[in-house]
């Protein structure tokens, strides 16, 4: 896999047809194919065709730029992140912080195997209590049932490692069987729906009572992603910056209400590359804030601390993410994925968690220094030049100014 620089000074001062021709030439052109500059080089979109085929009752196309995350570092490798949104700081934000993350060496992170988790529900179970070890004697044949339903994917190497049951309700019999799958590179809700319902018969031999939903869990605990990184003080613009966002942090830690808004910075960056990617970004957001709840507590899913030199920052959250099959399929996602340059889900759930890391970072930094409001205020005004109203546009106060340099 051809890997170009992901920090190209001056990109944003280039105008777009320019911006277009660098990005295909980089590399000499090796990390993109054919149909992707293609794609690039006609300003992106969706043919109404293909739009016919994904959907249902098509009559049109909605359309959301597509910006480039510069300067992202992970585990020493580069990735460049096309992200689709309105908003306007939000690349440029992610951008800024990245940069700033490179100069104390980037992110490092790691992701859990791509393991997804079927549900099966059962009422009127008997003896309730003793379901778990009636399914733990017969978890090889639930585990057989459910790799019949997904034989690709089994070949592939993937397939169903556990099956276990869980009680929620003895007195109405009330219990859940959770499998877990190994889905490769997919994102993989349609295999575990499929293995749900293939192995349901089995649990209900097994355990007996009526069949409920069939379905996976958007809560992937056991696919979680986490990143962490180091930022210099002095690049963040001095001791009482780096003082701010841990600050700012440590407010979100005690303060739900607080933490809603930190963990939708985070998601402004995570989000925007998902929709840019193809990814499931409906399923992404239910894991996360399901995940930030985990304990009883609604809490930030990135947190920053003082270092002796400046702020460590960490995330970790569940990502369902894939490389293969669903919207990856679009046009658009494929030269999403192309430019990201990952060789598998795991790796892109990994930048994807550090896309949210910088963008946590820069909404902190921005909070903790002039506010949000200034530079809202300069892509107010520009909005205005652009004959737009922007009236009440809260949705762009990451307190960036457009370039990323
Ligand atoms: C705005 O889109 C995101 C912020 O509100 C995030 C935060 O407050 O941390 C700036």
Redesign the pocket.
Known sequence: MTRPSSRLAGFYQRPLAERVATLCDLAGGAHLSEASRTWLQRGGGLDLATADRMSENVVATAALPMGLALNLRVNGRDHLVAMAVE?P??VAAASNAARLVRLGGGFVGDADPPVMTAQIQLDDVPDADAAPARLAAGAARVLAAGDAAIPRMVARGGGCREACARVLDAATGLVVVEVHVDVGDAMGANLVDSVAEAAAPVVQELLGGRIGLRILTNLSRRRRARASCEVPADALGGDALADGIVR?SRF?ELDAA?AA??????M?GIDAAAVALGQDWRAIEAGAHAWAAETGRYRPLATWTRTATGVRGAIELPLAVGTVGGGTRAPGARAALELCAVASARELAVVLASVGLA??LA??K??AGEG?QRGHMRLHRRRLDDGADGADD??????HPGGTP
Do not use: C, Q, Y
Not at 261 to 266: D, L, P, R, S, W
Not at 394 to 399: E, I, N, P, Q, S
């Open positions: 908003e700081s939000v700012a979100a607080r808004t930190h963990n939708k910075g985070v402004n963008s946590n909404a902190l921005a909070l949000i809260h949705a762009d106060a990451t307190g």
